[in-house]
């Protein structure tokens, strides 16, 4: 889905346009849920910034959430000091900068270097995606080399690693037991 933002005054304004999956709530919050690892909600009346972790709460959804708040501090749009883990459960939020001017819209720039970082993260989350579609496909799909057919493995009395006739405990000594 497309957004469209306008910067600036009236008579010089510019318009830049996003590909973003977003939504607004009611509140007027937008949530954007383009990255693979985390959901990101824009604020602009709390003048805050919130990423939730999308479905498992791991150590790669707390480097995204890190990454973005990095990303976002980096660029002066929100206070470094106020970055903190949210109020739900694995969330984490800052507080956006105020404008000294009346002219620019600290949201909007905002959502302007979110889409920035979500298009900076794209190839990790793809290339992730990819690999564990390429595992599944060996599994299901394995190669001549990786599978045998039914009746192809030669009966042996021995097979493996494991020896019939040993005693096999953390009391036994398994070379005094044999059969």
């Known amino acids: ?11 010089n304004e510019k318009k830049v346009r996003l ?20 959901d990101i909600v824009l604020s602009p009346s709390t003048n805050k910034v919130i990423a939730f972790p999308k479905d498992i709460l791991n150590d790669m959804v707390y480097g995204a959430q890190n990454r973005l708040f990095t990303h976002l501090q980096k660029r002066g749009l929100v206070i470094p000091e106020s970055i903190k883990a949210g109020s739900f459960f694995g969330s984490f939020e800052a507080t956006m900068q105020e404008s000294t001017s009346e002219k620019i ?6 959502l302007i270097n979110i889409s920035n970082f979500i298009d900076e993260e794209r190839p990790y989350f793809e290339s992730t995606d990819a690999i564990i579609s390429m595992t599944d496909d060996e599994l299901i799909h394995p190669d001549k080399t990786d599978s045998t057919e039914l009746g192809e493995v030669p009966q042996n009395v021995e097979k ?3 020896r019939p006739g040993y005693v096999r405990n953390s009391y036994g000594a398994n070379y005094l037991y044999t059969v």
């Open 19 to 38: 590909e973003l999956d977003a939504r607004k709530s009611i509140s007027g919050d937008v949530m954007v849920f383009d990255h693979g690892d985390i």
């Open 160 to 162: 493996g690693s494991i």
């Open 1 to 11: 889905m497309a957004i469209i933002i306008k910067v600036g005054e009236k008579s």
């Open 105 to 110: 819209s600290p949201a909007k720039l905002t």
